[in-house]
């Protein structure tokens, strides 16, 4: 399937809240101990890194293991202290990397 | 009946002002041999405090393919201080690791959730490191169930 | 259950007063006697059609799963298979093939043309005369109207067309089968629901009939009511439709699996939406 993300913030957002961001994105994590139905080991592909970003400043990330789900999701929270872009980042396995963003209106 | 939109949405910002971080997949993050050693070599020297941190997990658990999990910072009167990072480790699945989140200075964040596999019953712990150098931990044992029926790749 | 009339408990009484000098013919009699008093037994155990069962006898696998899984079906910003259905808005005004044309050239927005599209499917198709499942009428319809690639059965993007659809049909009821076409394979379903088959020997029947609310191992045995689908599975950790676990449960028991959109894994569908008439579809759903 081509890439998907869900990217959840609050519909609106005052200054000083401390909101709740949520992603995911579509990837199998497929964990390197894993074996096809002919025996062979399925190497290793996850997302390993997710980072984001406020106008730049990275604000929070988070080191991904195999451990992590398929379609991983993360939810984490932000105070908010003013509009700017948010910038989304996933990389991983396979030079995988994926970038969503999105603004935020802080009132 | 649409999807819901995502709020806030836009079009990508052409002229970016920053460059992306630039993480190159390899081995930079080395193992830890045991449960218990992920956990000394995570808290460092910090001092530990009981309390503080809550790991919300399922006690029973209906597939250990897709467990949610969240931690949340307790408030108290005396911890003013932010989280630096919360690690998550697992007694026994093939590696301990299972994910470590950092907050960056001068952001803050109490409770931070996400979904993880976990291979059989074990313990589980997460462990917050603060910006005052000061650590807490919490730790679960959680049962985990086989699907009773195991199939092919039907 | 034996049933003895009141004419079969005469007859005995008669048969063995005359023969009571012979006892040979006396046992013979009575071995007639008993095989006739068992085939009728067995005559008594063929099922009629499936009449519907009292509305709240009837459970979704929603009720029988733990409280954060439940949660997670709730949450659309935390459902996985929102993921698909997000591919297949998209695919939706996609265009492909040939003709360069996309589903809403024809049907339009689907929140209005495809309201409760899944509650009524499997359905008859006309063009090949047998009925088909909502996956299988999603790929004829992208063969013969966009000239998609019929060799794509069940790929990635029919299932999410297919689980953007279902998501139209949330909170409608699933409707009852009434096109007489499709009754030969509403009444093979109903056969093949009370067949043992494979390895194991176990019909869908002996689970999720007779045990629905047991336990199998640690899991809670559910009713098999295609409420949810397609359905992210935990246990896949991908989206799958309604054939995709009835494979597994054929791998299961160790049964030849059934290929798929063939007439028993049509059969079966059916059946089950059968059941399950007038339960409402909770659009794409999560399961253990």
Redesign the interface.
């Known amino acids: 399937m081509s890439i998907q993300t869900l990217i959840d913030l609050p519909p609106s957002i005052m200054r000083g809240a401390l909101i709740r961001i949520r992603v995911s994105i579509s990837h199998p994590m497929e964990t390197g101990y894993r074996r096809s139905s002919e025996g062979e080991r399925l190497s290793r592909n996850i997302i390993k890194k997710f980072s984001c970003m406020l106008n730049g400043d990275l604000i929070f990330s988070a080191d991904l293991y195999p451990a992590i789900s398929a379609n991983p999701y993360l939810s984490f929270q932000h105070r908010a202290a003013r509009s700017g872009e948010l910038t989304f980042l996933w990389e991983g396995d396979g030079g995988f990397k994926h970038v969503e963003r999105v603004i935020m209106s802080v009132q | 009946m649409t999807t819901q939109p995502l709020r806030s949405q836009t079009a990508p910002s052409k002229d970016a002002q920053f460059t992306l971080p630039d993480h190159s997949p390899d081995a930079d993050r080395p193992l830890a041999s045991s449960y218990e050693d992920a956990i000394k070599r995570f808290r460092g020297p910090r001092i530990l405090i009981p309390g503080r941190i809550k790991l919300n997990i399922a006690v029973l658990i209906d597939n250990g393919n897709t467990v949610p999990i969240s931690i949340a910072v307790i408030p108290t009167p005396h911890s003013l201080s932010n989280i630096e990072s919360i690690a998550v480790f697992s007694e026994r699945n093939p590696q301990h690791e299972v994910i470590r989140l950092t907050v960056e200075p001068g952001h803050s964040s109490t409770e931070v959730a996400s979904r993880i596999r976990l291979a059989t019953s074990q313990k589980l712990i997460a462990i917050a490191n603060f910006e005052d150098n000061t650590c807490c931990s919490d730790e679960v044992d959680v049962i985990v169930t086989l699907a009773a029926c195991l199939e092919g790749e039907g | 259950m034996i049933s003895l009339g009141l004419r079969g408990s005469l007859r005995c009484r008669l048969s063995r007063i005359l023969i009571q000098r012979d006892s040979f013919k006396w046992h013979a009699l009575m071995a007639v006697f008993l095989t006739c008093v068992f085939s009728c037994s067995q005559a008594q155990t063929v099922h009629s059609l499936p009449t519907a069962k009292p509305q709240d006898a009837r459970l979704s696998g929603f009720e029988f ?5 439940r ?2 079906q709730l949450d ?3 459902n ?1 298979a ?6 297949g ?2 695919l939706w005004s996609a265009r492909i093939g040939s003709k360069q044309a996309a589903c809403q050239d024809c049907h339009g927005n ?2 209005e043309s495809m ?1 409760g599209i899944a509650s009524r499917y499997p359905a008859w198709d006309g063009a090949i005369k047998r009925p088909v499942s909502l996956s299988h009428r999603i790929n004829l319809c992208r063969s013969r109207y966009l000239g998609m690639d019929q060799s794509l059965i069940e790929g ?1 993007a029919t299932l ?1 067309l297919e689980a ?1 659809l279902a ?2 049909s ?1 909170a409608d009821r699933i409707t009852s089968v009434d096109d007489p076409n499709v009754l030969p394979w509403l009444e093979n379903g109903h056969r093949l629901f009370e067949k043992r088959i494979g390895q194991i020997a176990l019909s869908c029947a002996d689970c999720h009939e007779h045990r629905a609310g047991s ?5 809670v045995i559910p009713q098999a009511h295609p409420t949810a689908y397609p359905v992210y599975r ?5 989206l799958g439709a309604l054939s ?1 676990r009835i ?7 160790r049964a030849e ?1 059934p290929e798929p959109y063939s007439d028993p894994m049509v059969s079966l569908e059916l059946y089950l939406r059968q059941r399950a008439a007038g339960m409402p579809h909770e659009g794409p759903g999560v399961r ?1």
């Not at chain 3, 935990?234 to 991908?238: E, F, H, N």
């Not at chain 3, 494979?247 to 028991?253: L, N, P, T, V």
């Open positions: 799963m733990g409280e954060s899984t949660a997670l659309a910003s935390q996985p929102m993921l698909s259905v997000r591919e808005e998209q689907a929140n309201r990635p999410a953007y998501l139209q949330k336990r199998l191992g640690a899991s935990l246990q896949w950790q991908s995709r494979r597994g449960c054929f791998s299961g028991i699996l253990p």
